[in-house]
């Protein structure tokens, strides 16, 4: 197995010295930086495992840095370690407020250090590990209105059904997700009410008042108004999958029509991709946009399920449809003349109306991410 990789930041090079000649010797790889912008630098050459930073450095200080790397969704996960010689609980507490996993102050002994190096190594490698974690789908789209929540409920409902676990169901569309309404729930916590300090865990107890249930499906919702959108951080939503996937067989991440940077925590942590299109001009042409940045990220077409939805009045046959994205579509979703009395009385077409056509189609698909999710274990492209 590589060794471990840490990026050491600090300008005190006497401090990089021994702190980083200590972790080398124990077995680490050590990449040193001076300052903030140095370490962006390297963090963007190759994701750390873990980062260790001192607090008051000349260029971009130690929360800063971490501030922005909680920012990105590449780097919101990796561990941060902060040390300091300011002993002040406030200093601390912006440390934490930041995104800091954990805090050190100068002087310390060197094994502390290992020990806390050791611990958060551990702890991130289990919140991404284990055989037992639910899959995550993400249902995205690349223009707006073309039915995916509708097809993300349908389906984490009917997954719910066959699977012997709970499915979870998380809404990314933090200004205006309606996944809540078609299913009728009225959660009581969003992930905006998320209080605690990002990169601290918040216990699973404490999780379960961010999720309604509904049957077997577990559902998450990032904010209920779209004024409180900024605060859903995007350590609050790899947190929220990260508890998901521990309870649920399933989980579908139900994204808004754009690639922002919770949409990319969420992307970067699936293993299938349903992608959704309406068969209208507009929706196919962003689409096939879409597949080429999907290629430009590196992400695989292996983990991407392209979904053509006859949500549309009047739509482009399939042909047609294929002709403008560049490739035949996976499945295709029939239009439901009862989906959207549905929708208006919350109740989902699965179970107010089981015999429509459309229901077929998604059980197919529900099939299919069984079949997919159960072979595909690679995330990394
Ligand atoms: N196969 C279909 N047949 C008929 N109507 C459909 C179909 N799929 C979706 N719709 C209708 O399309 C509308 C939009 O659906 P939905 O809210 O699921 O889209 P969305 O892609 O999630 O939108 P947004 O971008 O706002 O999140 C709903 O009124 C729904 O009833
Ligand atoms: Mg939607």
């Known amino acids: 197995m590589a060794a471990e990789d840490i990026v050491l930041v600090d300008d005190d090079r006497v401090i990089q010295k021994m702190v980083g000649g200590f972790l080398e010797r124990r077995g680490f790889n050590v990449r040193n930086a001076s300052d903030g912008i140095e370490a962006l630098e390297l963090i963007r050459e190759r994701v750390p495992d873990l980062v260790i930073t001192d607090v008051r450095m000349p260029e971009l200080n130690g929360i800063e840095l971490t501030a922005r790397m909680r920012s990105h969704h590449r780097t919101a996960g990796v561990p941060i370690l902060m040390f300091s010689e300011l002993i002040t609980a406030p200093d601390a507490l912006a440390g934490y407020a930041a995104g800091a996993d954990d805090y050190l102050p100068k002087p310390f002994e060197l094994e502390i250090l290992e020990a806390k190096v050791q611990s958060l190594l551990r702890r991130s490698a289990g919140a991404s590990a284990g ?99 900024e605060l859903v951080t995007l350590p609050a939503i790899q947190l929220a999958i990260d508890r998901l996937t521990a309870t649920c067989q399933y989980v579908l991440v139900d994204a808004p029509a754009s690639f922002s940077e919770r949409t990319l925590t969420a992307l970067d942590t699936s293993d299938l991709i349903c992608l959704v299109t309406s068969a209208s001009l507009p929706s196919l042409k962003a689409t096939r946009r879409c597949l080429d940045l999907f290629n430009k ?85």
């Not at 223009?143 to 066959?162: E, R, S, W």
């Not at 605690?196 to 904010?223: H, K, Y």
């Not at 292996?302 to 549309?312: D, E, F, K, Q, T």
Request: proline share 6%.
């Open 297 to 381: 990220i590196g992400v695989s077409p292996r983990r991407v399920r392209l979904i053509l939805n006859y949500s549309a009045t009047h739509p482009v046959d399939i042909d047609g449809a294929a002709g403008v994205l560049g490739r035949n579509p996976d499945f295709v979703m029939q239009k439901s003349e009862t989906l959207d009395q549905a929708v208006s009385s919350g109740r989902p077409l699965v179970t107010s109306d089981p015999s429509d056509p459309l229901v077929a189609d998604l059980r197919k698909l529900a099939d299919a991410i069984v079949a997919s999710v159960s072979v595909t274990a690679d995330r990394t492209s």
């Open 131 to 229: 055989a037992n974690r639910g899959k995550v789908i993400l249902f995205a789209h690349a223009k707006g209105g073309v039915g995916t929540t509708c097809l993300a409920v349908n389906t984490a409902i009917l997954l719910a059904a066959q699977s012997s676990r709970p499915v979870g169901l998380l809404d990314l569309d933090v200004e205006f997700g309606d996944s809540a309404v078609y299913m009728n729930l009225h959660p009581h916590l969003t992930l905006a009410d998320l209080k605690a300090a990002p990169g601290v865990p918040v216990d699973e107890e404490l999780f379960e008042g961010f999720v309604t249930e509904s049957g077997s499906v577990r559902l998450v919702v990032g904010s209920d108004v779209p004024e409180r959108a």
